[in-house]
């Protein structure tokens, strides 16, 4: 793990285009875009961030990598998916696409998930995608809101998961949570509520989807936001640490819960600490040559 944060900017590659309950619910009619989100997200350019991770899985620690991709781009409002033509309704979202890559033992898992979160935040998510690939099969998962509950589908190679929906209520989302904190950490849900849990943990402990109960609790030092998640059934702890600064970013995420399948799993802690950070249009980066970005970033793992 290297021993700060590295910042690149990659100005030279800049162009504008368009890019790839309670309290919580109470500062939706507050927020508006400041002048410094929209000169920072409004640049034709994509925020990559890099972040070592430790990630528990069947009882033990394992290291990998993950990436976190936030970008904005115009989000139709009757499909849900991007507005490519540009003559349909839609609305300016931030999406954040995030990557988790480790291996266990023999063989390695990749994990990824897609969460729109329009600007105005009008609501915390309109749409979150989840897929998982691991060496014993897939699954996939799709949450779209209606504008009065959340649709939730599924498909996966697991027997007791199979294909199923369900409608959920009009609840927050955990997996929400990074978009919301880069709006403003101040939207996070605090109190008392009900949530849907996050797709990962939702994926590697074979959770029952639907709501739980959940706690939030948000606090702030001379350079950090801190926020406290916790919820039952399962019982689980997360924190996130949240620059205090615009574009508030995500420096470090942990996760803490009993993991493995018998009365004996003990308590671990996953962590993600930001590494690298760095802006730029990756979309047109697509050729052989542009290769050596990954080796100059430290993209690829061991």
Known sequence: MKASIKYVTLTALAFFSWSCQEEASENLEKFQASESFKSYWYQGLAEINLYD??????????????????????????????????????????????????????????????????????????????????????????LNYNEEAWFFQQFSYFEEEGDRNKSLGNVFLEDALFNTARLSPELLPTGDFQIFPNSFTLRLLHLD?????????????????TYTLATNAPERKVILKIANQSPFQILEIQESYKDGFSENAEWKTSKMKLDTSFRLPYWKLNSLADSIYRLNLDLDLD
């Open 53 to 142: 991770l430790e990630q528990s899985r069947y009882g033990e620690i394992r290291k990998g990598r993950s990436v976190s991709i936030f970008v904005t781009e115009p989000f139709r409002t009757d499909k849900q998916v991007k507005n490519e033509k540009g003559n349909e309704p839609s609305t300016s979202v931030l999406k954040q696409n995030h990557i988790k890559r480790f291996t266990t033992g023999l063989y390695d898992y990749s994990m990824m998930n897609s969460v729109f979160t329009p600007v105005d935040f009008r609501k915390e998510a309109l749409k979150v995608t989840h897929s998982s690939q691991d060496w014993c099969g897939q699954s996939f998962h799709q």
């Open 209 to 225: 989807p639907k709501p739980i109960p959940a706690k939030g609790t948000l606090n702030e030092s001379e350079h950090e936001f």
